[in-house]
């Protein structure tokens, strides 16, 4: 996919969608952002991972062929769509998504847990 960057890429992550950030703003806007803006990246997966797993192609750099040519890059590449998907798990488990284990699952656990503890020690 192409998208904007925003809480558009988690939502992406959450459906196993690679894709590939690409925005500009005018250029006082983006002027101000670089002064203002202290993290590396725009995109909220690589910044919960520290690390650029999701193509961001900002200002100068948002070109109909750079865009294109990361996209292909995630089509034609099986290995490039399949780490894409390994960093999403990581980023969405940091913020308490994408846990196989749902929170009802760990609170019926440690409930369970409890009651064999204390079952067993009376």
């Not at 399949?82 to 284990?101: N, S, T, V």
Request: proline share 6%; glycine share 6%.
């Amino acid at each position: 996919a192409l998208a904007a960057s925003g809480t558009v890429s988690l939502e992406l992550a959450l459906t196993d969608t690679p894709h590939v950030i690409a925005y500009r703003v005018n250029a006082a806007t983006a002027w101000a952002a670089r002064r203002l803006v202290k993290t590396p990246y725009v995109n909220l997966v690589n910044i919960l991972l520290g690390r650029p797993l999701v193509p961001e192609l900002l200002q100068e750099q948002c070109q109909p062929i750079k865009m294109a040519q990361e996209i292909f890059k995630l089509l034609d590449n099986r290995e490039a769509r399949a780490e894409q998907l390994r960093g999403f798990r990581e980023a969405l488990i940091m913020i308490g998504l994408g846990d196989p284990e749902t929170p009802g699952m760990k609170a019926a656990t440690a409930v369970l847990s409890a009651i064999r503890k204390r079952g067993t020690a009376a």
